[in-house]
């Protein structure tokens, strides 16, 4: 049995986070403070757009332009890969973890 890590309430009531944010009622305060943390906009189309564009510029004649603008659509497509992975990570910790009823700890 799961018990609560806090020293001084060490109680058995755990239940998942998850499962406890969706049992709340609409009108709770608590749906806000315990919502699931807010998944970042996938933009791999946006940043294929960009690339191909620099690869138009680069046939076109302005080659280093172009490659310029490939470049900065490579750096672009490697920060959205590292939002999107941050989020996926907090997702899965917020998915994962467990509050304290009794005393509203989150673990």
């Known amino acids: 049995m799961i018990q609560c890590p806090n020293a ?22 608590l749906k806000d403070e315990y919502k ?4 970042a906009p ?3 189309w946006w940043v294929l757009a960009i ?5 138009v510029v680069a046939v076109l004649g302005a080659v ?3 490659l310029l603008v490939v470049l900065g659509g490579l750096v672009w497509g490697a ?3 590292t939002g999107i992975s941050a989020t996926r990570t907090k997702l ?3 998915d ?10 989150r673990f």
């Open 64 to 66: 280093l332009l172009g």
């Open 79 to 81: 920060l959205v890969h």
């Open 8 to 29: 001084s309430c060490r109680s058995t009531n755990i239940e998942f986070l998850p499962h406890y944010w969706q049992s709340l009622p609409d009108e709770s305060p």
């Open 92 to 94: 899965a910790s917020w």
């Open 51 to 55: 690339i191909a564009l620099g690869v």
């Open 36 to 39: 699931p943390p807010a998944v």
């Open 96 to 105: 994962t973890s467990h509050i304290c009823l009794a005393c509203t700890r």
């Open 42 to 44: 996938s933009q791999f």
